[in-house]
């Protein structure tokens, strides 16, 4: 797997298993339909963070939760526990790959048309291989 993959993977894992019976589900890839809320882990975008020694990624994976309703108060609660799933995620990803940094880059809710929300909530990481 990819760093990438290993990063999606993982941050799937830990929304999937923050939310698991207040979604319907978790996707890794956009659903062809779903009932909501539920979650989508966007692929994340890397960039190349290598050292002289270690390979290296770095950009942003994403979270969005899809709920309708009239006011976002579930989104709201939703978006909070997967920052905080997120935060917690061990480091160790698999394949070598870990996580050296993960900080909180954004969270917004927005509406995209009547009766239907969005949250976004977006992580800025950092990922090293060992030789190991």
């Known amino acids: ?18 939310l698991d019976g207040d979604v319907s589900a978790v996707f890794d890839a ?4 779903s009932a909501m809320p539920y979650a989508l882990v966007e692929e994340p975008v ?7 020694d270690a390979p290296g990624r770095a950009g942003r994976v ?4 899809h709920d309708s309703g009239e006011r976002p108060a579930r989104l709201r609660a939703l ?12 480091s160790a990803l698999g ?7 993960l900080t909180l880059t954004r969270s917004r ?3 995209q048309r009547d009766g239907h929300w969005t949250a976004l909530i977006e992580h800025r990481v950092a ?6």
Do not use: C, H, N
Request: proline share 5%; hydrophobic share 55%; charged share 25%.
């Open 95 to 101: 394949d070598g790959w870990r996580i050296a940094a």
């Open 46 to 52: 890397l960039a190349d963070w290598s050292t002289k």
């Open 62 to 65: 994403s979270v969005l939760v």
């Open 30 to 33: 956009p659903p062809v339909r």
């Open 79 to 90: 978006a909070a526990r997967i920052e905080t799933a997120v935060a917690a995620m061990p």
């Open 1 to 18: 797997m990819s760093a990438g993959e290993r990063a999606q993977a993982a941050v799937v894992a830990a929304v999937r298993a923050e």
């Open 127 to 132: 990922m090293l291989r060992s030789a190991d």
């Open 109 to 111: 809710i927005v509406k």
